[in-house]
């Protein structure tokens, strides 16, 4: 196993922290107090600077317009801007369009690449992914109600989603319904369909409110109701059926950009943690960092984050290496793990600020608010441990076997 960087990808780690660190810090208070689109056309001139650096879609292959990074080395970047919460949205490696990058760089013909592809690569246009519905468990994900049924050269596709992030303002959803209801294995019964939002049917419901917010366009989350809506059957992304194992390849690599932006966050909120300590007197003369249960914070804090941090690249390794399916163990360890420990430090960190750490004078309020999701999305910690144990022991009754016992 070898994480070594070359020295060009240290010194773009560097360049990128200090990038964040002296032009972007300093916009959180605006984004943490005040709607996100006012913050727009900020933003928009700190993305060109970020396309003229050359570090614009950090992500993607460099015939696609990326930095063309392995996975490994967008681990890194990706806790880089983990560390500041429009760190992603900077460098157009955001949930939910990098993965639907991905899957449109792989299975979109090339009209549907014209179409999508290339305005969402050059930050554009956004997108989101329409695949939970209220009605069905999300954890059980091929079972659902959403049908897309022929007419004609169309689909027709009735159903309700939510929890859809980034509907709101996004050009098109990439939607999971129902194909093939007839098919025998359940991995292949749905498709995914390119909607654009634009189409008669398409209807945004609301945006769910979250912990306490509404929030609007790239931070949001939207419910929608597909109304007998009507696009052709071009849209649909690769083979009639393949829209789960379509799913499952984008799977690996989100997880490891969802674990290393946790880790920047851990990061910073460490960093700040450590700070206040330092300097926070508790009685004349005597700091917070000098009373034993902050300390223990700190030292149990360190300690998982590199622990974490190590899980993770030994998993972006092996992807690189072997791909996704044969990492899905550790694809599922790091997920649970990684969002627990993340959850842990914020709350840590917290606490050590005290009444401070309630205020959105600093970005933990808001990441402890917007990250509890992190045990829920992209699969619910029980869903792991159980798929990860349960493979872990029918290895160890086949071994048994093997063995004649
Ligand atoms: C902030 C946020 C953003 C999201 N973004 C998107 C998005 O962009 N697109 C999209 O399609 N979806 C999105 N989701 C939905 C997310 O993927 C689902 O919420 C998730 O898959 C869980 O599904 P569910 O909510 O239906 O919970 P359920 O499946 O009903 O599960 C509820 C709980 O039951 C427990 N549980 C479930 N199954 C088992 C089991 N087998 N064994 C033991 N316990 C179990 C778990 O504790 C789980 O939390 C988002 C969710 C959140 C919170």
């Given at each position: 196993m070898d994480f070594s960087l070359d020295s060009g990808m240290q010194e773009m780690i560097r360049n990128v922290r200090a990038f964040l660190r002296e032009e972007i810090f300093p916009l959180e208070p605006a984004f943490l107090t005040g709607p996100f689109v006012d913050l727009v056309p900020l933003l928009e001139e700190k993305r060109q600077k970020v396309k003229a650096m050359g570090w614009?879609?950090?992500?993607?292959?460099s015939e696609h317009g990326?930095?063309?990074?392995s996975l490994l080395e967008f681990a890194h970047i990706s806790e880089e801007l983990g560390r500041t919460p429009l760190g992603h949205y900077l460098f157009n490696a955001q949930a939910p369009d990098a993965g639907n990058m991905e899957i449109l760089i792989e299975h979109a013909t090339p009209e549907q690449k014209d179409t999508y592809l290339v305005p969402l690569l050059q930050g554009e246009i956004r997108s989101c992914f329409s695949m939970t519905e209220?009605?069905?468990p999300g954890s059980n994900p091929?079972?659902?109600g959403t049908m897309a049924v022929k007419d004609g050269e169309d689909y027709v596709i009735d159903g309700q989603k939510w929890?859809?992030?980034?509907?709101?303002?996004?050009?098109f959803a990439i939607v999971m319904a129902?194909?093939?209801?007839?098919?025998?294995?359940?991995?292949?019964?749905a498709s995914q369909i390119i909607v654009?939002?634009?189409?008669?049917?398409?209807?945004?419901v609301r945006n769910i409110s979250v912990m306490g917010e509404k929030g609007s366009g790239y931070a949001s989350h939207g419910e929608i109701v597909y109304d007998n809506c009507r696009v052709p059957q071009?849209?649909?992304?690769?083979?009639?059926?393949a829209g789960f194992v379509i799913a499952q390849e984008r799977l690996g690599p989100g997880r490891i950009h969802h674990c290393m932006r946790w880790i920047g966050i851990c990061e910073r909120a460490f960093d700040l943690m450590v700070d206040w300590a330092a300097h926070?007197?508790?009685?004349?003369?005597?700091?917070?960092?000098?009373q034993g249960m902050v300390q223990a914070w700190i030292a149990e804090s360190r300690a998982e984050i590199d622990a974490a941090r190590l899980m993770v690249l030994r998993t972006a390794w092996r992807i690189d290496q072997e791909g996704s399916y044969a990492a899905r163990d550790d694809i599922s360890l790091i997920k649970f793990y990684v969002a627990g420990v993340l959850q842990r430090v914020l709350d840590r960190a917290i606490q050590a600020h005290g009444?401070?750490?309630?205020?959105?004078?600093?970005p933990l309020a808001f990441w402890y608010r917007h990250e509890r999701a992190a045990r829920i999305y992209d699969g619910p910690d029980e869903v792991h441990k159980m798929s990860v144990a349960r493979r872990i022991v029918r290895r160890a009754a086949e071994r048994r076997q093997g063995n004649g016992r």
């Open positions: 614009w879609l950090p992500q993607i292959p990326g930095a063309g990074l209220p009605g069905y091929t079972w659902m929890f859809t992030t980034a509907a709101d303002g996004a050009a129902i194909t093939n209801p007839e098919a025998d294995s359940r991995y292949l019964r654009p939002t634009d189409t008669p049917g398409f209807k945004l071009s849209n649909r992304l690769g083979g009639e059926g926070r007197e508790v009685a004349p003369g005597r700091t917070l960092g000098e009444g401070m750490g309630m205020t959105d004078d600093t």
